[in-house]
């Protein structure tokens, strides 16, 4: 999956809100809530697992332009594992699916802490770094946000007011992505703390896609369902794409498959295993059960990517 530099966390509203709650009715809650480490555990894999499926797409595009086609459906099949049942199981066992008027307003405030405080900081942070192309696209996110913390602020005024039905016009209209292609290359930005901006920035619009993705299946309003489809598909194909391509983060696909090898193996080796044995110790059993199997799920990532690699050679 990634490696465990990768594995910076994103702070602010939006994770402590949408990361930490417990499920209601858009899906079945646990019986009982996970200790505090299991839950800690829980939310560190879904950032895992949300950042590796939106890397491995994009690297899955890249071997598709290197002519490699058996390798980017690896990646992409990689990719749907990671999302559809690793970062969807963690979330339900985390409870990070609420009501429609729940998800809304956790949403709303997510994306007004970015639009507010995060990437605005993260602007002046680039700009006095001399990192002014970083600068300018931290700044144009920061109003995308704003816009879908507004959108989905009204979506949750038309919700809590019984004005909006299924299909009803009272809803916002759902953004629409302007997707940006992510090449291979270096990265374009030159100081540390730029670098550890992108870093955080990566991993939280990776997790809004993941998460929008997952309120959208659950959203008991089809109208709140497109809402969030929309807002998914800008952060994954709009904001993470625009930044990936600051960061460097996509090489050639031999890199990209030793990068996948040594995040998968620690993964399988390390982290679940631990995540594992501290459920079991805390009697969470149905996490301590997730756990491993994801474990072992890793484990034969790491080998057909391996395998892979070793077919370039």
Known sequence: MITLSARALITGAFTTLALSTPMGAASASPV????PQTQKDLDQSMRGEAFANASYRLYAAQAERENLPSVARLFERTADVELGEHFRESAELSGLVRSD????RAAEAGETYESRTMYPGFARDAKAGGDTR???RFSEIARDEGKHARAFGAALRAVESGAV???????PKPPEAEPEQVPQGPPEVRAQRTKTDLDKALHGEALA???YHEFAEHAENPAVGKLFRGAADVELHEHFAGEAKLAGLVG??????????AGERYESQTMYPTFAKRAEEAGDSKAAARFS???????GHARAFQQALDELS
């Open 32 to 35: 009982d809530p996970p200790s």
């Open 101 to 104: 008027a729940e998800n809304l």
């Open 134 to 136: 970083a600068a300018k």
């Open 165 to 171: 039905e299924s299909g009803g016009g009272a809803m």
């Open 209 to 211: 896609y993941a998460k």
């Open 252 to 261: 050639d696909t031999r890199a990209n498959l030793t990068k996948a090898v």
């Open 293 to 299: 199997n994801d474990a072992e799920d890793e484990a």
